[in-house]
T-cell receptor, first 112, second 116 residues
Framework: QKEVEQDPGPLSVPEGAIVSLNCTYSNSAFQYFMWYRQYSRKGPELLMYTYSSGNKEDGRFTAQVDKSSKYISLFIRDSQPSDSATYLCAMSALNTGNQFYFGTGTSLTVIP | GAVVSQHPSRVICKSGTSVKIECRSLDFQATTMFWYRQFPKQSLMLMATSNEGSKATYEQGVEKDKFLINHASLTLSTLTVTSAHPEDSSFYIC????????????FGDGTRLSIL
C-alpha cells in the first residue's frame, strides 16, 4: 500500500464550480499536510500548509485535514480557468526526518 | 514567501556532455534540499536528498556517479548530470526546506534537459 493515495483524475469542471480534491494516507504519524499546484512545465507551488487536524482558509482555497479518517481535502470555490493545473498533496511527520510523501497529483481543467 | 531559484531553466546539449544545475534558496537557509525527476504527466520522483556539508542520500536505483550532488552552503545545492545521454532527458526539479522543523518544501521552477 502506498503511503499517500490520490486520484489522478483528470477532473474537468465548468468555471465557477466548487472543486474538491482529496488524498488518503496510511501513516497516522503524519502531522504536516501540504497542497501544491503545478502548472505544465513549472515547479510545484505551495498553496496550503496545515499542521494537524482542522481547516485552513486562504481566499478561494480551503484545506481540510481529518486525522481520524486519514483524509485530507482541498476545496476551490468559484473555480477559474487559471486554476487548471495538477494539484499534489504532500505530508510529513517529525519521526520521518526530512522525508516528504507526495500523492501522484490530480489533473484539473476548469472550462470557461 | 520562500523563494527557490533554479538555473538554467532549459538545456539542450549533445550526448556525452556534463550538465550542472543550480538550486538556490534566496530568502531562507536550507539545511536540506531535494532533487526530483519528473516524466511527462507523471508525479515527482525523488532522486536524492542533499544535506549541507555532508554526502547526499540517493534513492534506490539512482546512480551516484551519474548524478553528482554538492550542497556546499545553506543556500546552494548543485546537481551535475555527468556524461549525459538521451535517456537522461527529463524535467529536473529541486526543492529546499527551511531549517526549522516541520516547514514545507519550496520548489524551483525546474530544468528541462534535452540530450541530443
Amino acid at each position: 500500500q502506498k503511503e499517500v493515495e490520490q486520484d489522478p483524475g483528470p477532473l474537468s469542471v465548468p468555471e465557477g464550480a466548487i472543486v474538491s480534491l482529496n488524498c488518503t494516507y496510511s501513516n497516522s504519524a503524519f502531522q504536516y499536510f501540504m497542497w501544491y499546484r503545478q502548472y505544465s512545465r513549472k515547479g510545484p507551488e505551495l498553496l496550503m500548509y496545515t499542521y494537524s487536524s482542522g481547516n485552513k482558509e486562504d481566499g478561494r482555497f480551503t484545506a481540510q485535514v481529518d486525522k481520524s479518517s486519514k483524509y485530507i481535502s482541498l476545496f476551490i470555490r468559484d473555480s477559474q480557468p487559471s486554476d487548471s493545473a495538477t494539484y499534489l498533496c504532500a505530508m510529513s511527520a517529525l519521526n520521518t526526518g526530512n522525508q516528504f510523501y507526495f500523492g501522484t497529483g490530480t489533473s484539473l481543467t476548469v472550462i470557461p | 514567501g520562500a523563494v527557490v531559484s533554479q538555473h538554467p531553466s532549459r538545456v539542450i546539449c549533445k550526448s556525452g556532455t556534463s550538465v550542472k544545475i543550480e538550486c538556490r534558496s534566496l530568502d531562507f537557509q536550507a539545511t536540506t534540499m531535494f532533487w526530483y525527476r519528473q516524466f511527462p504527466k507523471q508525479s515527482l520522483m525523488l532522486m536524492a536528498t542533499s544535506n549541507e556539508g555532508s554526502k547526499a542520500t540517493y534513492e534506490q536505483g539512482v546512480e551516484k556517479d551519474k548524478f553528482l550532488i554538492n550542497h556546499a552552503s545553506l543556500t546552494l545545492s548543485t546537481l551535475t548530470v555527468t556524461s549525459a545521454h538521451p535517456e537522461d532527458s527529463s524535467f529536473y526539479i529541486c526543492s529546499a526546506r527551511p531549517t526549522n522543523q516541520g516547514q514545507p518544501q519550496h520548489f524551483g521552477d525546474g530544468t528541462r534537459l534535452s540530450i541530443l
